[in-house]
């Protein structure tokens, strides 16, 4: 119960923190997310690639907090894997913008159930299965949402999930140019 008033409280601050826009470097903010998961299981093998110079305009905490829950994520849904595979990176759509993202190798998730992922306290996995509250999600939706962006998921069941978010061009949610 702690966790999941933690979980909530911090996504009321998120909603109402205000968005400082700076330039922020994400491949440490993944790297430094990554050394979170390593120290919490040291013992699991967890190969993870992060793209050099992933860079982006924004709010240095609020989107550090996005890569703790997308690539916490990933690690959490590849325990099962004996070599857990996880990738973010970036990739250029047609119109020019940069789409960033975070691949696994888990145990995804039905499409069917997509509209379900950013709720707060939806889940696609038991809690038995997989810890956790059901807010993560839901935070990296409001903060990428706060940016002008979007944030969204591929995946099959066994074939691991893809998260991908842009972070918009224009200022950020709550600022003037």
Excluded at 134 to 160: D, E
């Amino acid at each position: 119960m702690d966790q999941i008033i933690d979980s909530l409280m911090a996504l009321a601050r998120v909603s109402r923190s205000e968005v400082a826009p700076v330039a922020v470097n994400l491949s440490a903010l993944a790297r430094q997310a990554e050394r979170e998961c390593r120290e919490r299981e040291a013992a699991r093998q967890v190969q993870v690639s992060v793209e050099d110079g992933l860079m982006a305009q924004g709010d240095a905490g609020l989107l550090r907090i996005v890569l703790q829950n997308l690539v916490g994520n990933a690690w959490k849904y590849s325990a099962k894997r004996q070599l857990a595979l996880i990738e973010v990176g970036s990739q250029t759509e047609a119109g020019g913008q940069t789409v960033y993202f975070v691949k696994d190798n888990g145990a995804g998730f039905d499409m069917a159930y997509a509209h379900k992922l950013f709720a707060p306290f939806e889940r696609l996995h038991p809690a038995s299965e997989f810890a956790g509250t059901g807010i993560g999600l839901a935070t990296a939706q409001k903060i990428i949402s706060r940016h002008g962006g979007r944030i969204w998921a591929g995946s099959m069941p066994g074939q691991g999930a893809a998260f991908y978010f842009t972070l918009g061009a224009k200022a950020p949610h709550g600022l003037t140019a």
